[in-house]
């Protein structure tokens, strides 16, 4: 039984390590194209191709899209979860999976002067790439740190509230990201996440597809799982609500696969408790 735990431990591990790699080549091309990998006959290499949206579809606005430097909107996402955060002036955001800083720099001037936002990433280039961007416009307020969301480079209960738009589907340890998010946040703390989610079950053939992992279909958890890590991970108030509006540009992803079949995006809410809840 111990030789058969460890075998399937092993498997488990390097399929996690394929998918962080496959995951990291991909972003490094965009990042280094200066852009996203647009259409399905425009690759930029023989990594998968994601094809660009514009922000208004996602539900910024025009200002919002115009208002950061130039190269920070990578027309990668899948919704506006600045909407949903309810920032106040002088808090500190954390943005998972920050790219080339676009939900970063909006949170910035939502939090103002006395506010900072973090952002995190693992890919050296989207870092380089996110702090040219600051520097360009100006951001005195936003940092941006190297890491993976299952293992944040940030300080226990520092962080008032943390935002994400379409990454938490990429990481294969989801809970390990939910648990990460519980210790990052303040007492009181919250979530606002838009992600891709499953509404029924993913068939083989997708779900094992790699490249279509990095276009946030093959790693899509279902609504109910996603409230279940939250809540094992000790969230309260949890709210998901899917976004059907979503499946017209969640389509452009894969076309020719039916992809909004099986996921669409949702928007994703939870708080930290303010006191420790009893184990007893």
Known sequence: ????????????????DDIRSTVRKTY??????SGSC???DNSCSDTPTLTKVDATEL??????????????????????????????PGETVLDLGSGAGFDAFLSARAVGETGKVI????????????RANAENGGYTNVEFRLG????LPVADASIDVIISNCVINLSPDKQA??????????????????????????P??????????????????????????LRIAGFDNVSIQPRDESKSFIDKWALGKNVTDYVLSASIEATKPLAQKSCC
Do not use: Q, W
């Open 177 to 202: 990201v939910f648990h990460e998010a519980m210790r990052v946040l303040r007492p009181g703390g919250r979530i606002a996440i838009s992600d891709v989610v499953a509404s029924s079950e993913l």
């Open 148 to 151: 993976e969301i299952e293992h």
């Open 204 to 229: 083989e053939e997708i779900r094992n597809d790699l490249s279509l992992y990095s276009c946030c279909i093959s790693g899509a958890s279902s609504i109910t799982d996603v409230e279940m890590y």
């Open 28 to 33: 490094t091309v965009i990042a280094e194209a």
């Open 119 to 130: 952002g995190v990433d693992m890919t050296p280039e989207m870092i380089s790439k996110a």
């Open 59 to 88: 539900g910024y606005s025009a200002a919002d899209r115009d208002s950061v430097p130039e190269g920070a909107d990578l027309g990668l996402g899948c919704g506006n979860p600045g909407a949903i955060a309810r920032m106040k």
């Open 38 to 40: 647009c259409g399905a």
């Open 1 to 16: 039984m111990t030789e058969s735990h460890t075998t399937e431990s092993h498997k488990t591990e390097t399929n996690h």
